[in-house]
């Protein structure tokens, strides 16, 4: 079984997790680590091909592993990298990653909406906790934010485009899940 250091925390896991799932590992262990946890808006366990898209989960890789020890030269989506033994990841300890996360958040939110009281999902939000967490508190884009049309998805899913920060989330679970291409991306970025 690999072993991997996330913010000074030791864990063993099995081959093939990702750095994502063993900071979970360490956080459902110890309610005193839930700190190791990136935070992840596009990353849902059971899509095939989860993860990497909103890159706020990035981290930053000091150790490549017991037999490659360089570090990687760029912070990585910890949702798409596989844990490799003797691997040591910074996520809360290294301040240059944590201005990176904030940048990454930061274009996130340019065309959202910052009307979270009239919201439905206000105060029970990832996007919000995200946004109060590694945001800032002012943004400094003050070009008109995008709007979108809903999109009529039948009686039972609510639509809110405008709000949509682009993650895919939604078009891979109706393609993973139901089966179905009824959304898509395009002119994404």
Do not use: W
């Not at 993860?51 to 490549?64: A, Q």
């Not at 990687?72 to 910074?90: I, L, N």
């Not at 996360?101 to 274009?107: A, I, L, Q, S």
Request: hydrophobic letters at 35%; proline letters at 6%; aromatic letters at 4%.
């Amino acid at each position: 079984m690999p072993k991997v250091t996330i913010d000074n925390i030791e864990i063993d896991v099995p081959e093939g997790t990702t750095i994502l799932q063993a900071a979970r590992m360490i956080g459902e262990r110890n309610k005193a680590d839930r700190h190791v946890v990136p935070p992840a808006m596009c990353y849902y366990s059971k899509l095939k091909t989860s993860g990497g898209y909103c890159r706020t989960c990035i981290v930053k890789v000091t150790k490549g592993s017991e037999k490659d020890p360089r570090p990687m030269p760029k912070p990585v989506a910890s949702c798409r990298t596989a844990v490799m033994d003797g691997m040591v990841v910074e996520n809360t300890t290294n301040p240059d990653l944590l201005d990176a996360r904030k940048g990454v958040v930061e274009f996130l939110l340019i065309n959202h909406p910052l009307d979270c009281p009239i919201c439905d999902q206000g105060g029970e939000c990832e996007l919000q906790d995200l946004s109060l967490g590694y945001g800032r508190s002012v943004s400094r884009f003050v070009e008109r934010k995008r709007v979108v049309a809903d999109e009529d998805l039948g009686p039972l899913v609510a639509t809110e485009m405008t709000r949509c920060i682009q993650c895919t989330r939604c078009v891979r679970f109706t393609a993973d899940i139901a089966g179905t291409y009824e959304l898509g991306g395009m002119q994404r970025g």
